[in-house]
């Protein structure tokens, strides 16, 4: 793909975010309305209110209570450290139900772009409710590529040519017949989860060597149907798709 049609398809994503996005001031509070969807097809909505620490976002409570409702109680170890996880890697916190983080004038764009990331991934642990759900999708990435002796380092923030910084569940390093190669596992691949990754990846591959490779896991275990626009998006925005279920026809790209 030529480097003027990906700039442009950079552009209007950025665009299409920049005007999806609603403002409304209710007394000293401005509401932002994201174009990001939740589980329930809902567009999720940002609180922001000058204090003296500071611009404070907040998401009102609303992904914590949203889970309580749809049956996970974050009362396990496992669930707990999953959580602490997400906020550190986001720099986020919790006061009481809600969903907090401060910001400056200089660092709100970043820290909104990170707010919503978290509240996108905190919303997924709705998953680990389900039965049927054995394992945690990112864990079972990790353990496929430490069982076939890939060499990783998981959980890396890389900043793109906006200056934002981008998540990236696995890195492997270059080899003499290999280039960098970048993976982010999707454990419910969905229009949010791809159209994120597509613009992290297009933000952040120009800073990296030009061979550079991203791959997106995408899980489809238990029947989960994974929809041919999405793996036609991702494919257009050079980043190669692995489906969970046929990972081992794509395990040489890795290795080395």
Same mark, same amino acid.
């Given at each position: 793909?030529?480097?003027?049609?990906?700039?442009?398809?950079?552009?209007?994503?950025?665009?299409?975010?920049? !005007?999806?996005?609603? *403002?409304?001031?209710?007394?000293?509070?401005?509401?932002?309305?994201?174009?990001?969807?939740?589980?329930? /097809?809902?567009?999720?909505?940002?609180?922001?209110?000058?204090?003296?620490?500071?611009?404070?976002?907040?998401?009102?409570?609303?992904?914590?209570?949203?889970?309580?409702?749809?049956?996970?109680?974050?009362?396990? +170890? /496992?669930?707990?450290?999953?959580? =602490?996880?997400?906020?550190?890697?986001?720099?986020?916190?919790?006061?009481?139900?809600?969903?907090?983080?401060?910001? #400056?004038? &200089?660092?709100?764009?970043?820290?909104?772009?990170?707010? *919503?990331?978290?509240?996108?991934?905190?919303?997924?642990?709705? =998953?680990?409710?389900?039965?049927?759900?054995?394992?945690?999708?990112?864990?079972?990435?990790?353990?496929?590529?430490?069982?076939?002796? @890939?060499?990783? @380092? #998981?959980?890396?923030?890389?900043?793109? +040519?906006?200056?934002?910084? =981008?998540?990236?569940?696995?890195?492997?390093?270059?080899?003499?017949?290999?280039?960098?190669?970048?993976?982010?596992?999707?454990?419910?691949?969905?229009?949010?989860?791809?159209?994120?990754?597509?613009?992290?990846? !297009?933000?952040?591959?120009?800073?990296?060597?030009?061979?550079? *490779?991203?791959?997106? *896991?995408?899980?489809? !275990? +238990?029947?989960?149907?994974?929809?041919?626009? =999405?793996? #036609?998006?991702?494919?257009?925005?050079?980043?190669?798709?692995?489906?969970?279920?046929?990972?081992? #026809? &794509?395990?040489?790209?890795? !290795?080395?």
């Amino acid at each position: 793909m030529a480097t003027f049609e990906c700039e442009r398809l950079a552009q209007d994503y950025a665009d299409w975010v920049r !005007q999806r996005i609603k *403002v409304q001031n209710i007394g000293d509070v401005c509401v932002l309305t994201t174009p990001f969807l939740d589980k329930h /097809r809902d567009l999720l909505q940002i609180y922001v209110e000058r204090t003296d620490s500071g611009l404070l976002l907040s998401d009102d409570g609303y992904i914590l209570r949203d889970l309580q409702m749809s049956g996970l109680e974050l009362d396990t +170890e /496992r669930r707990k450290e999953l959580l =602490h996880h997400i906020l550190l890697s986001f720099g986020v916190t919790i006061k009481g139900e809600e969903l907090q983080a401060v910001a #400056s004038e &200089k660092t709100f764009a970043q820290k909104k772009h990170d707010f *919503v990331q978290a509240m996108l991934a905190i919303s997924s642990l709705v =998953h680990l409710a389900r039965p049927t759900v054995a394992a945690v999708f990112k864990e079972d990435v990790a353990r496929f590529l430490r069982d076939n002796q @890939v060499r990783f @380092v #998981s959980d890396v923030k890389l900043t793109g +040519e906006s200056g934002l910084h =981008h998540p990236f569940d696995f890195v492997i390093g270059a080899a003499p017949d290999r280039p960098e190669r970048y993976l982010r596992a999707i454990g419910t691949p969905d229009r949010e989860s791809v159209v994120e990754f597509m613009f992290s990846w !297009q933000d952040v591959k120009r800073a990296r060597p030009s061979d550079a *490779v991203a791959f997106a *896991v995408l899980n489809d !275990q +238990e029947q989960r149907r994974i929809s041919p626009d =999405h793996v #036609s998006a991702l494919e257009k925005y050079a980043i190669e798709v692995i489906r969970w279920t046929d990972r081992n #026809s &794509k395990l040489a790209k890795l !290795q080395g």
